[in-house]
């Protein structure tokens, strides 16, 4: 089973609309190119960051056929109310080519319950069986994964590659501890831009999944390449990257808010990507104030990283 898809670093693509405010899947496409071209190993669509709660399954599944179509590598976010649409969107995902899914827990309806998780994680992964497969685990989906029911469903289901955690140092420890360190062959994500050093270089990351990378991507490939030197014993590139870490941390914290697809929608704009500068709900916009403050912090960031990035160039 290829998992090359997740051994990288993969963005999670935000949701461009038209004037009307319905998705524009042609800027979707033209935006994912351009991730890859970048350096991105593949893109996730639909996540939390592409608004997956506000688009119908139809709409969902007609950005990832595009995106397929267009030979981009996709993770599918399998994100549902209901387990009958999380296993027809993941069963669509293996029709189309996608590259691998993002087996989101169950919400709302018995979301706390483990048995209820176990047989949701399970239809999922047996409606795409040979499609490479990580949970996604996030205190914000109201329920933790813990390493005995992963490796329940992994004996079950070899497509059950790895695990994102969003959780913070805390969890991706326990995941590092008790799920991949248990496991050669699982797979561990930084599923939070604040968390890429301590997941590369602390947990032994494989690969991430950013927000903030959408509007920065050579400098998150940066990060992790600085990671990636330091978890190996670089000790340059381990101060390297924690400078970097550092100087992105305002930026990347608004990967923890619920307002993360405003910010990072805004700052697309200000790179000149009108095509994210409306969401899919009219009401939901930053605040003037947060604007402003969205505004001076990546001007900050940007100055420093020019001056910082010309070091290495010196």
């Known amino acids: 089973m290829d998992t090359a898809v997740f051994k990288g670093v993969i963005p999670a693509l935000m949701t461009p609309c038209k004037p009307d405010r319905t998705p524009d899947f042609d800027a979707l496409v033209r935006k994912a190119i351009a991730l890859m071209d970048a350096g991105m190993s593949g893109v996730v669509y639909c996540g939390s960051m592409g608004d997956w709660p506000l688009l119908t399954d139809e709409q969902r599944m007609e950005g990832v056929a595009r995106l397929t179509a267009a030979g981009v590598p996709v993770v599918v976010g399998t994100g549902a109310v209901n387990t009958a649409s999380a296993v027809a969107l993941a069963a669509h995902a293996a029709r189309v080519g996608a590259a691998g899914l993002m087996v989101i827990p169950r919400v709302l309806s018995r979301g706390a319950s483990p048995a209820a998780q176990r047989n949701h994680f399970k239809a999922v992964l047996s409606a795409a069986p040979d499609l490479p497969a990580v949970i996604y685990n996030s205190p914000y989906y109201g329920f933790q994964t813990r390493a005995d029911l992963f490796f329940a469903l992994r004996a079950e289901h070899p497509n059950l ?14 995941a590092a ?3 991949t360190g248990a496991d050669d062959g699982a797979l561990l994500l930084a599923g939070v831009d604040t968390g890429v050093y301590h997941g590369y270089v602390r947990c032994g990351a494989a690969g991430t999944i950013t927000g903030i990378g959408n509007a920065l991507p050579h400098e998150v490939l940066r990060l992790v390449e600085l990671c990636k030197a330091a978890a190996a014993g670089d000790a340059r590139a381990r101060r390297r990257a924690q400078e970097l870490s550092e100087a992105l941390a305002v930026l990347s914290s608004w990967d ?4 993360l697809v405003l910010y990072y929608k805004h700052l697309m704009t200000l790179q000149g990507d009108e095509e ?7 009401d939901d916009e930053l605040t ?5 403050w969205a505004e ?8 420093w990283y020019a001056e910082w990035s010309a070091e290495d160039a010196g």
């Open 276 to 282: 994210y500068r409306l969401n899919i709900n009219p």
């Open 296 to 303: 001076r912090q990546f001007a900050q960031f940007k100055a």
């Open 288 to 292: 003037p104030s947060q604007r402003a």
């Open 256 to 259: 923890e808010g619920c307002d």
């Open 161 to 174: 590659v790895g695990f994102k955690e969003f959780g913070g140092p805390e969890a991706m420890t326990y």
């Open 177 to 179: 501890e008790h799920i």
